[in-house]
């Protein structure tokens, strides 16, 4: 299984032979080029046009985070599995209201059923959250009401709304009480771990798609508009729950990570790095994970779960078979 290569440090990425090498003011440090899928940069890095080529060469992505941890972009090297016909059907789906609609309205669904699932989870095990998932329940109907994106994104917006409520009784530590959502700059540090958490699974989205014929993009959810990508965003809605939240809560209620691992910036409250690092470290970990997947009666990892997402979006788009969104049976 190819690796996440996490380079937390400030240093210079270079091709040296047929390999990455990796060097810092303290280390020196090879990175085998077949054994890596992506890079995550959280250090000052520089590189050259050497690398990028070598990089294109090899199908690895490149994903940036500025100095607060949060995305910056990404080295998207030139699609190798491009296909004409499926940009044509991405676009026509795009265009056509109806057809646009039925997937947006399949993400939310998506979304909200897994929201529900991990409520359900906590729930089993005596949390008190029977009214925030009855609020939940009682607003899904309208989503096969709505007519536009933006109607669309409103109604998830109140469901996701009643999610967050449910934040404080699963975590149950006041040093972590939600409040209200914040994002750039996050101004508590639950909402430092949400904005993260979905960063992550954003990029992680956003390297399966290269592994498809699909086209960034385009999205159906998220406008396409002068944003470089908006599929990841449409695909990752479906997986926070499940990935994201689910892992926050681990992490917090094992004390993995503590009101110790963050501090007060200009930029809000910020995760230090010795807390950044266990968090990804654990994210990593979350996505080798492996879990049964029903309609192949097998396992696979969660980043796989990711991947045949998009091949089922494929399959719709090319008039094969409806796309049902994945809900977690756990």
Request: hydrophobic share 35%; with cysteine; proline share 3%.
């Amino acid at each position: 299984m190819k690796k996440t290569i996490f380079l937390m440090s400030s240093g210079e990425l270079k091709r040296k032979d047929n390999t990455l090498f990796f060097e810092t003011d303290e280390k020196r440090k090879y990175i085998p080029v077949e054994d890596t899928q992506e890079i995550m940069v959280f250090g000052e890095l520089t590189f050259n046009k050497d690398l990028l080529e070598f990089l294109s060469q090899n199908e690895i992505i490149m994903h940036f985070f500025n100095y607060y941890g949060y995305y910056t972009g990404s080295y998207y090297p030139r699609e190798h599995l491009n296909s004409g016909l499926m940009i044509l059907m991405q676009a026509q789906h795009y265009l056509e209201q109806a057809k646009r609609m039925e997937l947006a309205r399949a993400f939310v669904k998506g979304a909200v059923a897994n929201m529900l699932k991990v409520l359900g989870y906590y729930s089993r095990r005596q949390v008190e959250l029977s009214a925030i998932m009855d609020n939940i329940e009682s607003l899904c109907p309208k989503i096969d009401d709505t007519q536009s994106t933006d109607e669309l994104i409103g109604i998830e917006g109140n469901i996701r709304e009643y999610y967050y409520r449910a934040f404080d009784n699963i975590i149950g530590d006041p040093e972590f009480a939600f409040e209200s959502r914040s994002r750039r700059p996050p101004q508590n540090r639950i909402n430092a771990l949400i904005s993260l958490a979905n960063s992550m699974v954003y990029t992680t989205a956003l390297s399966e798609i290269y592994k498809t014929h699909l086209d960034p993009r385009i999205g159906f959810l998220h406008t396409t508009n002068f944003r470089r990508f908006s599929l990841n965003l449409d695909i990752a809605e479906i997986f926070k729950p499940i990935i994201a939240d689910r892992l926050i809560f681990t992490l917090l209620n094992k004390k993995m990570i503590t009101p110790n691992d963050f501090e007060d910036g200009t930029q809000g409250i910020l995760l230090k790095e010795k807390g950044r690092n266990t968090f990804l470290q654990q994210f990593d970990e979350k996505m080798k994970t492996t879990v049964k997947y029903q309609s192949l009666n097998r396992e696979v990892s969660y980043r796989l779960l990711i991947r045949l997402e998009l091949y089922k979006i494929e399959k719709h788009l090319l008039g094969e078979k409806n796309y049902e969104p994945f809900v977690a049976s756990w």
